[in-house]
């Protein structure tokens, strides 16, 4: 008898979940587990190791380890979409075994982004690879297609492929191109069981309003209600104004380097100056940059409630 | 008392060890074994782990496991360049320090890769965290600029700063931005106790000519004799003669993609069908390809005489 195992597919705002560190630069895995309490507080789920999360600055063995305290803790892991996407395969297979193992409802993955000159089948045949060596009907890929960043994008007909290949595995797409036309040609595909979300809030309603499944942003560290908000009730009339009001801060955050601007406001209002450690070859914000956000945050009468 | 460590500076041709797979995408260790003393039978040192050698593909625990088993076979650790640099912080320290313990006299370091608005400040605090780390005073650092693949590279500047701070450690680099006027311009600094690689054979008469400590090249693997003849005698009237028959193979075979092109030549001539396997992503030469390239490597005579 073959067993059903029902997975659901995931939609909503989830947030890359930024990660602290100590003075030695190790990971303060306790201030992890609070601050995804409190994003789920927030109903924001935990798309943990992803590329805000300075996650490619963390070792495969590291992101085991927070990923079991997260569980031993008691996160929920259908909560959580770890990224899982390394450059070499069997790094990749490995983690994303062990995210499975633990129960994630899905993984984040990033493609192999170290070789530039790679085709679509080499592609094909690495997440072909993965899927295989996981072997497990739990699995749920959810693709990271990020070119400005890895420089290895996720093509349209990759997808294709991996969908007609792995229809159960493949189960959605993080599209973090920064080109809406992207993320609008793979709505109107409208791919069978396949979750699409855009990579920030700024594209938040459009994606709702094409049939998207909601978006993973890395600003919902630190507005991840209002983000919520216009997830949840984006059919409402104020849906637009609502919308609006995210630009005006993701705006203005982004117009600083965005991980060291997220650690900048976390620190300033849990006044934790801990939260400012970046792991190198990421730098924090220099003083007069951080004196100028939360000038601007101030200016918009922007708070972050978090008992931290 | 000061122990005194006397470590010399490399020089010569060192050849990323292209990584020969099974069928299952394992390394093939005891090949890798052979393809190393055949190289260091032609006079040519193993930069193992290069980018050529597609050591992205593999995670840091085989790669440590392949260095265990080269120096337990017996290969000179003195002949040992391994590529260190990985794109976390955390699995650079853990890899180069087995390496300097395994006695490697050198290790090649990529600058993390992944995150690309990285600034000379944040890459000065990755590198010094990583020698603090190590902390050994056995450790040399060949850094590794390789703008056209990494994205991220090492500036005139960043190199100053660094020799400024650990002039023991910091003992060279490989230029494969394939631009001369940067290497021309390395060379021109003329820095104390720092070795001026070429990326590929095709500068490294010039090379030579200006001071520079010889070639890590990928080409190596099939051409190794040569190439290193014009390492050795380049104050010799026919050195220009010599440079251009190394061009001219060159010439063929960048003009393919060079991984899968490398592995096609030595699956074709060492009658090994294995040798011809990728570790997705990268792919093979197609049968076109892969035909029309050996073609023309018999229209030059190209032999690679090799017991494998």
Redesign the interface.
Known sequence: MIKEIQIEQLKGVFSPVITPFNPD?SVDYKKLIHQCEWLISQEVGLAVFG?NSEA???????KIFLLNKLVEYGIDPNKLMPGTGC?????TI?LTKHAVKLGCSGVLML?????????D???L??FS?VIDSVNDDRLRIYLYHIP?????GISLQLIEKLLKRYPRYVAGIKDSSGDWSNTQNMLDENWDNFSIFAGSESFLLKTMQNGGAGCISATANINPKKIFDVYKYWEKSDSIDMQEELNVLRNIVQSY?LIPALKCIVSHFCEDKNWNIL?????GLNVSDSKKLINELNAINFNLIKSN
Chains 1, 2 share one sequence.
């Open positions: 630069l590329t490619n600055s963390l070792s495969v063995d590291e450059c070499a395969l069997s790094d490995k493609p192999p982004f170290y070789y530039k000159a790679v085709n089948d080499g592609l045949e690495y690879n400005p960043i890895a420089m290895v380097p792991r190198p070859p990421l730098t």
